[in-house]
């Protein structure tokens, strides 16, 4: 019995060809050559650095040119522009005429303030201006009386005056023909002289009666002009009693119960004008020498940004805060409600093209005087100065050029290295 080989299962190979071999060959040392390259640089790379820092833990920004706007946001609630509080002329009994959240119009009455002293002080006065009018009425007829027996003073003086005349001019003709003495002519011109004296004395008297009486009457009508501004200015308490709404709107919270005493000045009401609105917001203490009034603020109602300005600034710090008012330059803002919130812009400073770069956690960092450039894979330490500051960007004063990379995320985990690798 003959046995089958495995002659047929037999398969002829080819030798293998040395060229592909060699082909392979070159390309293993070509990668290991490339390999050893990389490994090469990264480790030159690294020795040449104080630290590594992954690349994607870090925020890098471009400086550029550009205008640089400082601003300032912040949360304003809206106010009434006018809502004055009412506060009580003189002690008394309140008694309202309105309630909290009535509708008002200007000159309504809100309250009445029953002051039975002020009312009794005024009906005294009034009494007092009277008996000083009478008084000032009786010297203007005692002076009339006194002008009276002053002229008829000088009037029978100006007539004995005549008389005297007449008999000198006739003692005088006589004289010339002898037919009177020389002592009887000697006496008419002693009469003309005493009734000349006596008529001057006599409009001299009258003339500063005169003065007396008007003096008099003057000073009686200054009295009686001091105790009617007296009255007047009762008068004006006694009708401020009646206290009457200033503006136009609501009212607000009462101060005290009805039927309740009040002192002088003290708060009963306040009146809230819902026709103007205007927002309130806290400015931190840092910002407060930064601001003035006048600057554009931008507010942004349901969507739309509307234009506002900055009106008032409190002297005043609060809790680190400083409050201001902003009013709307455009009068058709509707829809606003009271102590509603919205997103308040100021607008402090506009530079233009100034060298700048996005605001980051570097600054709190460096203090805002180092930065790290990145150049490849490599961030260097350079000293910087920053200026004006915004919301979103820094001013770059030097340092720095236009189209650096610079790592703007915190630098802490630096430690002041002056290099740093950054790795992928």
């Not at 009040?262 to 601001?291: H, K, M, R, T, W």
């Amino acid at each position: 019995m003959k046995i089958a080989d495995t002659s047929a299962q037999d398969v002829a190979v080819a030798p293998k060809s040395k060229r592909k071999t060699w082909i392979l060959g070159g390309i293993a040392v070509v990668l290991v050559l490339s390999a050893l390259g990389v490994l090469a640089s990264s480790y030159s790379n690294w020795a040449n650095t104080d630290i590594s820092v992954a690349r994607d833990r870090l925020r890098i920004a471009q400086v550029t040119h550009g205008d640089l706007t400082r601003d300032l946001s912040l949360q304003g609630r809206v106010v009434a522009a006018v809502s004055p509080k009412l506060y009580s002329p003189y002690q008394g009994t309140i008694n309202y005429q309105v309630a909290a959240g009535d509708s008002v119009e200007t000159g309504h009455i809100l309250a009445y303030i029953d002051s039975p002293e002020l009312t009794n002080q005024l009906k005294q006065e009034e009494a007092n201006l009277q008996r000083l009018q009478i008084e000032l009425d009786r010297k203007k007829i005692d002076a009339k009386q006194k002008a009276l027996q002053d002229q008829k003073s000088v009037d029978l003086a100006r007539v004995a005056l005549s008389a005297a005349e007449r008999e000198k001019r006739r003692a005088d003709s006589a004289f010339e023909h002898h037919s009177i003495s020389e002592i009887d002519f000697e006496k008419a011109q002693d009469d003309l002289e005493n009734a000349k004296l006596e008529y001057q004395h006599a409009v001299s008297d009258a003339d500063l009666n005169k003065e007396l009486l008007s003096f008099e009457v003057r000073t009686s009508q200054l009295q009686v002009d001091r105790q009617s501004l007296l009255v007047a200015d009762l008068q004006r308490k006694v009708e401020e009693l009646t206290v009457r709404s200033p503006v136009t709107g609501i009212v607000g919270n009462l101060a005290v119960e009805q039927k309740n005493q009040v002192a002088q000045n003290q708060d009963i009401l306040s009146v809230v004008d819902l026709s103007e609105f205007e927002l309130e917001v806290l400015i931190p203490e840092g910002y407060a020498d930064d601001l003035a009034i006048g600057m554009e603020t931008e507010v942004m109602v349901d969507g739309k940004k509307r234009l506002a300005t900055l009106v008032t600034i409190s002297p005043e710090i609060i809790d680190n805060q400083v409050t201001a008012r902003v009013r709307f330059s455009d009068e058709s803002v509707s829809g606003l409600r009271q102590n509603q919130r919205l997103t308040t812009r100021i607008l402090i400073e506009n530079k233009p093209g100034v060298l700048m770069v996005q605001r980051g956690q570097f600054l709190e960092s460096g203090s805002g005087r180092i930065a790290y450039i990145v150049r490849g894979d490599i961030a260097t330490r350079t000293s910087i100065n920053t200026g004006a500051r915004s919301l979103s960007d820094v001013e770059i004063l030097s340092g720095l050029n236009a189209g650096d990379q610079i790592i703007i995320s915190s630098t802490d985990a630096f430690r002041g290295a002056e290099t740093v690798l950054l790795t992928q």
